[in-house]
C-alpha cells in the first residue's frame, strides 16, 4: 500500500496492526485505506503452493505477486519483517513493521480483510467446514469439520497438525 499522505493523515485515524482491531474495525478501515492510497494490491498463493515451497517463501510469493500488480510502481518497499530478495527495489524489512508503520498497517488490515472475504467465498463453495465464521483458524468447529469431511483443496496437507493426523498419529489442529 503507498499512501499519499497529504489526504491521509485524519481518515486513517485507528490504523494499526490488523491483529489488534475487530473484524468490524478493519471492515470499516479498508475503505479508506484503498481511498487514500496511490496504489494498493494484493498477492496470493494456493495452498498447495504453501506446502510445495514452505510458509516463508510462499508468504514471499504472495508479497512478489502484489508488488508486481503495483501500479505506479513503487521506488521504495517497506516490508513487515521479510526481505523480498526478488524484487529489485530497495526496501527495509522491519520486524513488527505493521505496529510501527503506518504503510505497514494499512497492507496488513486490506490483507487480513482480502483474506476474510475470500474465506466467506470459500464458505459458500466448500460447505459444511465454516470458513465464513472462524476463517480457517484452528478453532473446535474446524477441527470437528476436518474429522466429519477430510482436507479440502484449501487445506495446507504440510502443516503439521493436519499431516500427523492424516497418518493417524494425532488430532487435527490439536
Known amino acids: 500500500v503507498m499512501l499519499r499522505l497529504d489526504s491521509c493523515i485524519s481518515q486513517l485515524r485507528g490504523v494499526r ?7 468490524k474495525q478493519r471492515a470499516r478501515l479498508v475503505g479508506p485505506i484503498q481511498k487514500a492510497a496511490l496504489t494498493w494490491a494484493t ?13 516463508v517463501a510462499a508468504t514471499q510469493l504472495a508479497m512478489l505477486r502484489a508488488v508486481e500488480k503495483l501500479q505506479p510502481r513503487p521506488e521504495f518497499l517497506l516490508v513487515d519483517a521479510l526481505p523480498l530478495p526478488l524484487v529489485d527495489l530497495p526496501q527495509k524489512a522491519i520486524i513488527r513493521g505493521d505496529g510501527c508503520c ?6 496488513s488490515i ?9 474465506m466467506g467465498e470459500y ?9 465464513g465464521r472462524h476463517k480457517g483458524y484452528g478453532t473446535p468447529e474446524h477441527r470437528q469439520a476436518l474429522c466429519r469431511l477430510g482436507p479440502c483443496r484449501i487445506h495446507r496437507l504440510s502443516y503439521a497438525p493436519m499431516r500427523l493426523a492424516l497418518e493417524g498419529r494425532g488430532e487435527i489442529g490439536g
Open 17 to 23: 496492526d490488523s491483529k489488534v482491531l475487530s473484524p
Open 43 to 55: 498477492g496470493q498463493v494456493a495452498a498447495s503452493e504453501i506446502d510445495e515451497m514452505g510458509i
Open 110 to 118: 486490506v490483507a487480513k480483510v482480502t483474506r476474510d472475504r475470500l
Open 123 to 131: 464458505d459458500q463453495s466448500l460447505s459444511g467446514y465454516g470458513f
Open 102 to 107: 503506518l504503510s505497514i498497517a494499512a497492507a
